[in-house]
């Protein structure tokens, strides 16, 4: 059975700060990694995804894979109360690339 | 518009009811699953789709059966409702070359 752990959280942290969010997998042979987004009661909206060992930036976002250790995590920079949602980790393995996601973490940004 | 439409949008029905959500996509692509996700657990992939001709189980696929009608149309019927089968219901579509995956709006439907 493929798991993707997520801190529970809920994580809260003052508007400004950087939020961190961090995922773990259990199958070595994932190939790639994926953060969503999803406000309550939406859907899920991709915000960043990541292939290879390292980080990978985008604006406010930097999402950072260790595959050796099997870890991704989320950094988002200058958090903003519109960062407040749900945070899912996929990941993506196999021949038939299927995901499987995390239970997300709740993130609250406090003005 | 849309890319990814689901239909209803909320439903409640009663327990012993055949129901069925359509999934209805713009974007061409030929992948295609259905989602449930329950408060703390995420989502679980119940079926999935590569094309007209291909459809597999996911994790959760006791209870529930699908139906490509056509590239763009993915429906999940519920033959017998039962109320742990409230939750919320996401369709997705995803490009053969791909990994990353689209949503639709959801469904939330109420099994009393």
């Known amino acids: 059975q493929k798991e993707v752990e997520q801190n529970s959280g809920p994580l809260s942290v003052p508007e400004g700060a950087i939020a961190s969010l961090n995922c773990t997998y259990s199958?070595?042979?994932?190939?790639?990694f994926f953060w969503y987004r999803q406000y309550s009661g939406k859907s899920p909206e991709l915000i960043m995804f990541?292939?290879?060992?390292g980080d990978k930036e985008d604006g406010r976002f930097t999402a950072q894979l260790n595959k050796a250790s099997q870890y991704v995590s989320l950094l988002i920079r200058d958090s903003q109360p519109s960062d407040s949602a749900t945070y899912l980790c996929?990941?993506?393995?196999?021949?038939?690339?299927?995901?499987?996601f995390g239970s997300g973490t709740q993130l609250t940004v406090l003005p | 518009d849309a890319d990814v439409t689901q239909t209803p949008r909320n439903r409640i029905t009663k327990t012993g009811k055949r129901i069925m959500l359509e999934c209805s996509q713009t974007?061409?692509?030929?992948?295609m699953y259905w989602y449930r996700q329950d408060p703390g657990l995420g989502l679980r992939l119940i079926y999935y789709?590569?094309?007209?001709?291909?459809?597999n189980k996911g994790e959760i696929s006791d209870g529930y059966s699908v139906s490509r009608q056509a590239q763009a149309k993915f429906s999940l019927s519920l033959e017998s409702a039962i109320p742990n089968q409230t939750a919320l219901y996401f369709c997705?579509?995803?490009?053969?070359?791909?990994?990353?995956?689209?949503f639709g709006p959801g469904t939330r439907l109420t099994v009393t």
């Open positions: 996929a990941v993506s393995s196999g021949s038939a690339r299927q995901l499987t």
């Open positions: 199958d070595r042979g994932s190939q790639s």
């Open positions: 990541i292939y290879s060992n």
């Open positions: 974007k061409g692509h030929d992948r």
């Open positions: 789709s590569f094309d007209v001709k291909d459809i």
């Open positions: 997705a579509t995803q490009t053969t070359e791909g990994n990353e995956q689209y």
